[in-house]
């Protein structure tokens, strides 16, 4: 029974309308006056040193105005990651580089009249290299003889392990108890060591980002970004001029799922615009997309439990070993994620350690991307339970649940392992897991197929049932803030004004929804703007699944902020005590009396009447805790014996958001994940030439999945509430992408009786993996 | 890159004297020359305005005009050709949007090595009817073998023999919408249970394609109860070069496997 | 060169590169509800309408469009009055980041004129050419199934 005016309600999507009919500007959409154009020359070398570049043939053609690259632009080292400030990732990287570190690196940039003559000039662009040994193994990336990838003066801004000379941009170590009591006491050890590829995030519109001078001579960049205050920050730091002369505007944008959590192209757009005092856009291709922008990490994780014949697990250890490219932005907070975000879920295990390093490798950026290092470490970890679980051929549903953290529980981990930082300590206080077990196993008729390996199509297919469970986080707790502030109008509607990040996610909506809560009044009467570094006020943007928990909770305090100012006026108005008043339906009702009085006078007589003021206030929010997210998620299988073609035929999430505040952008963001998760499991991966150029740049050979391709979804919201959350909730952005590739596995090895430790499980390893048991 | 310049006949027998001139080529509508890049063409004739789209169904021969779109041969012949090798192989070659603009002809003529197109009519023993430096009917086969046959022609129509075949077709993708990393065609013809005629096509092998002559010779006059056809198949030796969906040995013991399971499919149907 | 384009039904002389796209030539001439997603007619961002057909606008030459009827999503319906698919997508909440959303909706308008009734099959079939990395689809499905619904109790 919902008790709420908005919350639980799936209103209309504030742009919903406006995105259907075409009328929404994205970034390549706005019109600019004269701009010139960008196109970017990039190393076709995985390895090697600019010697000489040569740009007189490029400058004749005819249009082309500027021709950027290291000789001509300061070099100030930075990290192209969206994170706070000091970022926790190294500053190895200039605007141009003079040494080429992969096959995508950016040699230079033109900037011309129209963008066939800047890219027309940018092969023209006569560059000699001297080429290195390029290094590509990231088990090899600490030998002494490897390639060393950076120099002497990449460094880290945080006191964190950081050693370039050995290539290693990240290192955590953390450990509690006794590991060699740990093991010697189990009955039976697993260990097994796991990969996962890299990947693409596939948002539909490609990075764009344009700049321009407004009248009074500052800097707009209008970009495609998760993070507009840390894209100000960083532009303002490489172009060497005061953060206020920039502003930073997201307009809607199309997707980005961590991939946008990146500022590398409005350093790039502004320099051009100052140094030519004219606007500049780019928009990069697909090809660019995949290549130059950023990637999942690829990584391998070394796991090994011990457990007794009772299923107590006596030990973890967990050695992880990622693959941060050629530059190191995310590299330690993706690693430290794939333990933080695991390693707590089984909290009564008394002999932990994790180990991690980051290494650097001459191939496409690894970056953020939805789900983090925790999607990584789950594949590893909910394999290792199926294995434990059939070992003492117990029902797995039943020892997850019987093990898992559980409400009032905490896990050394949290305080142990954070982002960049040590982390912080917390209880958890909403952790409906068991039920989303017991649910999700109804959904998919579990008992019904588990084990049985029911074979269909003449005996050629089988079936096979797997599940996996996983935690995520909401925001990094003492790290993400994020602000609010809000007007009235003097017809009782509102301007909210937000920092944060609307991907397409519907946040402004949700946010919408839970500052109309407060004031108990439609949402439609909220005008939302977001995501505007002059307008709005500071949130760190769209990551660590932040927006709903952090943001929410910023909102909330100013709507309860400006309920408090509309009493007060009210209580003046009626000659009463605040204590007797209250909200409800866009009026102040004295509760004894019934008299009331309407928000639009309110305000009225605030403005104009008397003792005038602007109904208006602000404030922020910043976890001191960071209330996971719990899921179950179940795959059904069936595996073609002799092709090895694996077709998901039925997937369900349980997902613990807390109180989802919209319930159909929630299960959109599940059903969105899911299907992401499936074919990162199956299909997708970046093929390398053995010169580290990646050959499948286009969503010809970057096989993603469309509406034919997708399984049965179920998705159930659990019934549950986090008291430190806005109105009970959570988060939900990331937390369903953990689920399918280890369900899957564990679905396969329910089939075929193969586990699958090396994704993608394309039907060739399938095949061979099947082929090498008989 | 300069210019392109284009053409807009009207009459087919401007086309011949266009076809000869260098760097000039036709386009019917499909991806073909934007896919793959246009550096030596100087100049598009382009076909919409000619009368190549026409649909024949008469005297035992279907013919198909060749700026005909795969989504308009699919429309046109499920009225009366709903079980056709052409409605299943066209019906599910690209996407949606990419069939309602790839024309029969320009598949032909630029045969990519994923054709959904010319495994179906090369087991039909289809025909192109050619104008231009060569004029008339050619088999397919010697068309797309024959490099004169290319060279300043193009195709008017395709025909083949409006026949009644039990048919199977198979395309080894990785996702739905994808380029075939190689497909397979099998047509039949059965009376009381044996088989009278079979043609079996793969495309996308390392010679680009292959009509298995000797299989079908095994198959022919088999009664299909009695047919052992894993046996029958497993002596079939094509070769298949690697390719993103997996090994060249990996795509050959697929080839294999599907090719058994197509044939069974086929002998065991109604 | 330049031509005559009928765009959404007005008439329009466009000048543009011969060797242009329709796609480019959309978007250089006000047409930026039409996106661009890959240039390579893979993921149906740049879906338009010709001749009520359903084609990817990057993998056709403007030059060859001749007098054929160009439809965007702005032809169909807008804020004011949308059309009953434009108001399902917005109910079942299948708009997400509404990259792909124009995309979509066009290719379900081509499918409903012709199968006013689709299975969910046929449904997945239509949209065989859009690609969409928000929703996994399921609302986008249900906004179709609850268009032709709509749709045909309007009738």
């Given amino acids: 029974m919902n008790k709420f005016l908005n919350i639980g309600k799936s209103v209309k999507k504030i742009d919903a309308l406006s995105l259907a009919s075409g009328i929404e500007k994205f970034v390549d959409d706005f019109p600019l006056d004269n701009p010139l154009y960008l196109a970017i020359l990039y190393s076709p070398h995985a390895h090697a040193n600019i010697v000489n570049i040569d740009t007189t043939e490029a400058e004749s053609i005819d249009g082309v105005v500027d021709i950027l690259h290291y000789g001509n632009v300061q070099r100030i080292l930075h990290t192209t990651a969206g994170q706070g400030f000091p970022e926790p990732s190294p500053y190895d990287t200039a605007l141009f580089n003079r040494k080429m570190r992969f096959v995508g690196d950016r040699v230079a940039a033109v900037a011309a009249e129209s963008s066939k003559a800047a890219r027309e000039a940018a092969r023209k662009i006569a560059v000699e290299y001297e080429i290195l040994e390029p290094l590509f193994d990231i088990e090899k990336a600490m030998d002494d003889d490897a390639p060393r990838i950076h120099g002497d003066d990449a460094h880290v801004v945080i006191p964190v392990p950081y050693e370039p000379e050995r290539n290693l941009a990240a290192e955590v170590e953390i450990g509690f108890g006794d590991m060699q009591r740990g093991f010697a006491e189990a009955d039976f050890i697993e260990e097994h060591t796991y990969t996962t590829q890299y990947a693409s995030h596939c948002a539909i519109e490609p990075h764009a980002a344009i700049s321009y001078f407004d009248e009074r001579g500052r800097l707009v960049i209008v970009t495609t970004t998760q993070v507009?205050?840390?894209?100000?920050?960083?532009?303002?730091?490489?172009?060497?001029?005061?953060?206020?002369?920039?502003?930073?505007?997201?307009?809607?944008?199309?997707?980005?799922?961590?991939?946008?959590?990146?500022?590398?192209?409005?350093?790039?757009?502004?320099?051009?615009?100052?140094?030519?005092?004219?606007?500049?856009?780019?928009?990069?291709?697909?090809?660019?997309?995949?290549?130059?922008?950023?990637?999942?990490?690829?990584?391998?994780?070394?796991?090994?439990?011990?457990?007794?014949?009772?299923?107590?697990?006596?030990?973890?250890?967990?050695?992880?070993?990622?693959?941060?490219?050629?530059?190191?932005?995310?590299?330690?907070?993706?690693?430290?994620?794939?333990?933080?975000?695991?390693?707590?879920?089984?909290?009564?295990?008394?002999?932990?350690?994790?180990?991690?390093?980051?290494?650097?490798?001459?191939?496409?950026?690894?970056?953020?991307?939805?789900?983090?290092?925790?999607?990584?470490?789950?594949?590893?970890?909910?394999?290792?339970?199926?294995?434990?679980?059939?070992?003492?051929?117990?029902?797995?549903?039943?020892?997850?649940?019987?093990?898992?953290?559980?409400?009032?529980?905490?896990?050394?981990?949290?305080?142990?392992?954070?982002?960049?930082?040590?982390?912080?300590?917390?209880?958890?206080?909403?952790?409906?897991?068991?039920?989303?077990?017991?649910?999700?196993?109804?959904?998919?008729?579990?008992?019904?197929?588990?084990?049985?390996?029911?074979?269909?199509?003449?005996?050629?297919?089988?079936?096979?049932?797997?599940?996996?469970?996983?935690?995520?986080?909401?925001?990094?707790?003492?790290?993400?803030?994020?602000?609010?502030?809000?007007?009235?109008?003097?017809?009782?509607?509102?301007?909210?004004?937000?920092?944060?990040?609307?991907?397409?996610?519907?946040?402004?909506?949700?946010?919408?929804?839970?500052?109309?809560?407060?004031?108990?009044?439609?949402?439609?009467?909220?005008?939302?703007?977001?995501?505007?570094?002059?307008?709005?006020?500071?949130?760190?943007?769209?990551?660590?699944?932040?927006?709903?928990?952090?943001?929410?909770?910023?909102?909330?305090?100013?709507?309860?902020?400006?309920?408090?100012?509309?009493?007060?006026?009210?209580?003046?108005?009626?000659?009463?005590?605040?204590?007797?008043?209250?909200?409800?339906?866009?009026?102040?009702?004295?509760?004894?009396?019934?008299?009331?009085?309407?928000?639009?006078?309110?305000?009225?007589?605030?403005?104009?009447?008397?003792?005038?003021?602007?109904?208006?206030?602000?404030?922020?929010?910043?976890?001191?805790?960071?209330?996971?997210?719990?899921?179950?998620?179940?795959?059904?299988?069936?595996?073609?014996?002799?092709?090895?073609?694996?077709?998901?035929?039925?997937?369900?999430?349980?997902?613990?958001?807390?109180?989802?505040?919209?319930?159909?952008?929630?299960?959109?963001?599940?059903?969105?994940?899911?299907?992401?998760?499936?074919?990162?499991?199956?299909?997708?991966?970046?093929?390398?030439?053995?010169?580290?150029?990646?050959?499948?740049?286009?969503?010809?050979?970057?096989k993603i999945y469309n509406a034919l391709d997708i399984p049965e979804l179920v998705t159930i919201l659990a019934d549950s509430h986090e008291e430190t959350g806005p109105f009970g909730a959570k988060s939900v952005g990331e937390i369903a992408i953990n689920g399918p590739m280890p369900a899957i596995a564990n679905a396969i090895y329910d089939a075929v009786g193969v586990r699958l430790f090396n994704a993608p499980f394309t039907p060739e390893k399938v095949f061979n993996a099947i082929k090498n048991k008989r | 890159m300069n210019g392109l310049q284009w053409f807009f006949p009207e009459k087919l027998d401007v086309v011949p004297e266009l076809l000869k001139r260098d760097g000039i080529v036709p386009h019917a509508g499909g991806t073909f020359l934007i896919k793959t890049g246009m550096k030596k063409v100087k100049g598009l004739i382009d076909l919409a305005n000619l009368p190549l789209d026409i649909f024949h169904d008469s005297n035992g021969f279907i013919e198909i005009g060749s700026t005909s779109t795969f989504s308009g041969i699919v429309e046109k012949m499920s009225s009366n050709n709903a079980d056709s090798i052409l409605v299943k192989s066209l019906g599910q070659a690209a996407s949606t949007p990419l069939r309602n603009r790839i024309t029969i002809g320009g598949s032909i003529a630029s045969f990519p090595i994923w054709s959904d197109a010319m495994g179906p009519l090369i087991a039909l023993d289809a025909e192109v009817s050619l104008i231009g430096a060569v004029e008339g009917f050619f088999s397919i086969v010697r068309y797309v073998t024959e490099r004169e046959l290319r060279k300043e022609t193009l195709i008017k129509s395709v025909r083949f023999k409006s026949e009644k075949w039990d048919s199977y077709y198979f395309r080894a993708t990785r996702t739905q919408f994808d380029y075939p990393a190689f497909n397979i065609t099998v047509l039949c013809k059965r009376l009381d249970n044996v088989i009278k005629d079979i043609r079996i096509v793969i495309v996308g092998n390392r010679k680009k394609f292959v009509r298995i002559t000797g299989l079908e010779e095994k198959l022919m006059n088999v009664k299909t109860d009695d047919a052992d056809i894993p046996v029958i198949v497993r002596d079939i030796d094509i070769e298949f070069a690697a390719k993103k969906l997996g090994s060249a040995d990996y795509i050959k013991q697929l080839a294999g496997i599907e090719l058994e399971r197509g044939i069974n499919r086929i002998l065991r149907s109604k | 060169m330049k031509a005559i384009f009928r765009i959404n039904g007005q008439e329009k002389e466009l000048s543009f590169d011969s060797r242009a796209t329709l796609l480019t030539v959309l978007r250089e001439n006000g047409c930026t509800e039409v996106k661009e997603g890959c240039n390579a007619g893979e993921c149906g961002a740049c879906l338009v309408l010709l001749d009520g057909k359903p084609v990817n606008s990057c993998q056709i030459f403007a030059a060859s469009i001749g007098s054929k009827e160009i439809t965007t999503i702005n032809g169909i319906g807008d804020i004011h009055s949308p059309h009953p698919i434009q108001e399902a997508f917005v109910d079942t909440g299948a708009v997400q980041c509404g990259f792909c959303t124009p995309g979509m909706i066009l290719a379900a308008y081509s499918l409903l004129e012709e199968n006013p009734e689709p299975t969910d099959d046929e449904i997945k079939r239509a949209l065989d050419g859009n690609i969409c990395r928000c929703t996994g689809y399921v609302k986008i499905i249900d906004a179709i199934r609850l268009a032709s619904k709509r749709m045909r109790e309007n009738e």
């Fill in chain 1, 228 to 702: 507009p205050f840390h894209a100000r920050r960083i532009t303002a730091q490489v172009l060497d001029i005061p953060v206020g002369m920039i502003r930073v505007i997201k307009p809607r944008i199309g997707g980005g799922f961590g991939g946008k959590q990146e500022v590398f192209l409005e350093p790039l757009v502004a320099i051009v615009s100052w140094r030519n005092k004219r606007p500049a856009k780019i928009a990069l291709t697909r090809s660019e997309v995949f290549v130059a922008s950023r990637t999942r990490n690829a990584m391998r994780i070394r796991l090994k439990t011990g457990a007794k014949k009772d299923g107590t697990i006596t030990a973890i250890e967990m050695d992880a070993l990622m693959n941060t490219g050629a530059y190191g932005s995310h590299a330690l907070t993706v690693l430290s994620n794939a333990g933080s975000k695991v390693l707590p879920l089984f909290n009564k295990v008394e002999n932990i350690s994790f180990i991690g390093r980051s290494v650097y490798t001459n191939l496409p950026i690894g970056g953020a991307y939805r789900g983090y290092g925790a999607t990584k470490g789950y594949f590893a970890f909910n394999q290792q339970l199926d294995t434990i679980a059939r070992r003492k051929n117990q029902d797995i549903l039943e020892y997850i649940k019987s093990w898992h953290i559980k409400e009032g529980e905490t896990s050394p981990i949290f305080a142990a392992l954070g982002e960049g930082k040590e982390g912080v300590a917390q209880i958890i206080r909403s952790c409906k897991l068991s039920e989303c077990i017991d649910k999700g196993a109804e959904a998919i008729d579990w008992y019904s197929k588990r084990g049985k390996r029911i074979r269909i199509d003449s005996e050629d297919k089988v079936k096979g049932i797997g599940i996996a469970v996983s935690m995520q986080g909401s925001g990094i707790p003492r790290i993400d803030m994020g602000s609010a502030s809000m007007k009235m109008n003097e017809d009782g509607s509102f301007n909210l004004h937000i920092g944060a990040t609307d991907l397409g996610t519907g946040s402004d909506t949700i946010l919408a929804q839970i500052a109309a809560e407060v004031l108990q009044i439609p949402v439609e009467k909220m005008i939302v703007r977001s995501s505007d570094t002059d307008l709005t006020p500071f949130d760190v943007g769209a990551y660590a699944s932040s927006t709903t928990y952090v943001s929410g909770n910023a909102v909330r305090k100013c709507a309860e902020k400006i309920g408090a100012q509309i009493i007060s006026v009210a209580g003046k108005m009626l000659d009463t005590n605040v204590e007797n008043l209250i909200l409800t339906d866009c009026k102040v009702v004295e509760t004894l009396s019934k008299r009331e009085i309407s928000f639009a006078q309110i305000c009225q007589y605030a403005l104009y009447s008397a003792d005038q003021f602007q109904i208006q206030a602000g404030a922020s929010y910043y976890g001191t805790e960071s209330p996971p997210p719990f899921a179950a998620q179940f795959a059904e299988v069936d595996v073609d014996t002799r092709t090895g073609k694996v077709d998901v035929i039925k997937f369900v999430s349980a997902v613990d958001c807390g109180q989802p505040i919209h319930p159909k952008l929630a299960e959109g963001q599940v059903e969105g994940a899911v299907v992401n998760g499936i074919s990162y499991a199956l299909c997708e991966e970046y093929l390398f030439d053995s010169k580290g150029r990646m050959t499948n740049d286009s969503f010809w050979d970057y």
